[in-house]
């Protein structure tokens, strides 16, 4: 008889030679939810596995560095499931933050009269779309839009809302060739976790992201670090309505910079928040 702590501890022994030990226990977790439904109460109880299953191939990808959400092919994000592949980033917990960030502040204008309940939400870049759907469920009054420019992570997005039972509607875009509109879009809420990473800093990253995630999505060129949000506040001045907000997550180095980027298109309140490890790691802008 196989037993479920036996092969947890098993697996884990397999990955420990490239993951510390707390990082091989979260993947393993994750592997045999997945693949036979055993919990982490199963592996405390040590309860009886009900069903064979080859891990060898797995373990091998796994010891490549290939992240276990692109093996799974799920992930997830604010409380939902969020299919991913390798034309997406996987979303990481400070993205997360960008979220409450933004229901809160919304929230906090709406209680001030600021704002009707209904709210008129972009989100630029959106990838597996984990940002504009967590915001359709949170504010399920609002209206959705997100752009991307890849076609591929838009086919995730679509399926992703879909599978959180959310509408979101989503365009193929390239936001930095952008033309002007003739009109103001008038959104209420802009938000954004565009690409950030400098070249320069390729070399600090870890092997699972830089040999697998969407470099498109990562990475800026070192000579013009702030390209998407100089756009990202140009545009915001022009199509958020008065009192409008916009979220963008950054990079850590850039937080100053970024937020003089907004101070300069005319906003009349600027702020960096930090994230939970107290990293400058968000820009609130209000109109």
């Not at 420990?16 to 393993?28: C, H, P, R």
């Not at 919990?39 to 069903?51: F, G, Y």
């Not at 990253?205 to 390209?227: K, Q, S």
Request: charged residues 25%.
């Amino acid at each position: 008889m196989n037993l479920s702590k036996t092969l947890f501890n098993q697996l884990v022994s397999e990955i420990t030679s490239v993951y510390e030990e707390n990082e091989a226990k979260s993947i393993v977790y994750l592997l045999l939810e997945h693949y036979l439904k055993i919990s982490k109460t199963d592996i405390l109880l040590d309860n009886p596995v009900a069903q064979l299953f080859d891990f060898t191939e797995i373990i091998q990808r796994i010891k490549a560095q290939e992240p276990v959400q692109y093996i799974i092919g799920e992930t997830e994000f604010y409380g939902r499931k969020f299919n991913v592949t390798p034309d997406t980033l996987i979303p990481r917990p400070e993205t997360e933050e960008l979220v409450l960030l933004t229901v809160n502040s919304y929230q906090l204008a709406v209680n001030k009269s600021h704002f009707e309940v209904e709210a008129k939400i972009l989100d630029i870049g959106t990838g597996t779309g984990c940002i504009a759907i967590s915001l359709a469920c949170e504010l399920p009054n609002s209206q959705v839009y997100a752009y991307d420019i890849s076609e591929n992570a838009l086919k995730v997005a679509k399926e992703n809302a879909e599978r959180n039972g959310v509408k979101v509607i989503f365009e193929k875009t390239d936001f930095l060739t952008l033309k002007p509109n003739p009109q103001p879009l008038k959104l209420t809420i802009i938000v954004s976790n565009p690409p950030y990473v400098m070249n320069s800093e390729k070399l600090e990253m870890e092997r699972n992201v830089l040999e697998y995630e969407p470099h498109l999505a990562l990475f800026v060129d070192d000579d013009n670090p702030l390209i998407f949000y100089k756009k990202i506040a140009e545009f915001a001045a022009k199509n958020l309505v008065e009192s409008g907000l916009c979220v963008v997550e950054i990079n850590q180095a850039l937080g100053l910079e970024t937020a003089e980027l907004f101070w300069n298109q005319g906003f009349h309140y600027v702020e960096v928040v930090k994230d939970m490890f107290g990293k400058d790691r968000m820009v609130k802008a209000i109109k």
